[in-house]
C-alpha cells in the first residue's frame, strides 16, 4: 500500500536556526497536507498543497509540493520556542484514507 | 465552542474490561473518523464514517465497534481490552465527503491505558 516517509525523526536546533523536514511518498499524492501537534495536543492542520511545484508561506514556515508530486518539504527560517512539536505531512490515497508520515519532532533550545 | 470534542481525556483500566470513548463535532461536517496514535506518535486511521455510514474500516481487531447516532458523533467501543491497545485515540472530521481531501479537525485525543 501507499507508504509516507518522513525524515528527520527527531531535530533538535538552537533558537534562531533553520529547520527542515522532508516527506516522500511512494505513489502520486493528489495534494499534501501539514499538521503540527504541540507536546500533549493534537493535530492541527497547517496548509495543503495541490498543484505541480506549488510554493506556500505562512510568516516563517514555507511549504513545497515536488514536481512529480511525490515529495514534499516544510522549512522554518529562525527557529522560535513556539515551533516546537511534532510536524506531520500526510496524503490522501486512491482509497480515500489520508495517510501520515512518521512525523519529525523539533525541539529549539533557547 | 469547542469544535470536536472527546470524552473521557484519559481513561485507566485493566485487562479484559470494555470501555467506549464518545466524539462529537459541531462543525456540521459530514466525514468523522477514529485515529490511533502509538508511543511513537504514528497516526494510524481505524475508521471512517460519512453521514452515518462506514466507509473506512482498517484492518483493526473486531473488538473495537464504532458507532455513529448521526453524522455530529462518532462512539468508540472496544471489548476485552489488551495491553497493546493502549494509546492516545483522536477523534477527527472533514467538511464534505470521505474521498474528497479536505483538511481535518482532530479532538484533544484520549489517552488510554490498558494495565
Known amino acids: 500500500g501507499q507508504q509516507v516517509m518522513q525524515i528527520p525523526q527527531y531535530q533538535h536546533v538552537q533558537e534562531g536556526e533553520d529547520f527542515t523536514t522532508y516527506c516522500n511518498s511512494s505513489?502520486?499524492?493528489?495534494?499534501i497536507q501539514w499538521y503540527k501537534q504541540r507536546p500533549g495536543g493534537h493535530p492541527v492542520f497547517l496548509i495543503q498543497l495541490v498543484k505541480s511545484g506549488e510554493v506556500k508561506k505562512q510568516k516563517r514556515l514555507t511549504f513545497q509540493f515536488g514536481e512529480a508530486k511525490k515529495n514534499s518539504s516544510l522549512h522554518i527560517t529562525a527557529t522560535q520556542t513556539t515551533d516546537v512539536g511534532t510536524y506531520f505531512c500526510a496524503g490522501y490515497n486512491q482509497g480515500g484514507k489520508l495517510i501520515f508520515g512518521q512525523g519529525t519532532e523539533l525541539s529549539v533550545k533557547p | 465552542d469547542t469544535a470536536v470534542s472527546q470524552t473521557p481525556k484519559y481513561l485507566v483500566t485493566q485487562m479484559g474490561n470494555d470501555k467506549s470513548i464518545k466524539c462529537e463535532q459541531n462543525l456540521g461536517h459530514d466525514t468523522m473518523y477514529w485515529y490511533k496514535q502509538d508511543s511513537k506518535k504514528f497516526l494510524k486511521i481505524m475508521f471512517s464514517y460519512n453521514n452515518k455510514e462506514l466507509i473506512i474500516n482498517e484492518t483493526v481487531p473486531n473488538r473495537f465497534s464504532p458507532k455513529s447516532p448521526d453524522k455530529a458523533h462518532l462512539n468508540l467501543h472496544i471489548n476485552s481490552l489488551e495491553l497493546g491497545d493502549s494509546a492516545v485515540y483522536f477523534c477527527a472530521s472533514s467538511p464534505s465527503g470521505g474521498y474528497s481531501y479536505n483538511e481535518q479537525f482532530f479532538g484533544p485525543g484520549t489517552r488510554l491505558t490498558v494495565l
Open positions: 505513489t502520486t499524492l493528489s495534494n
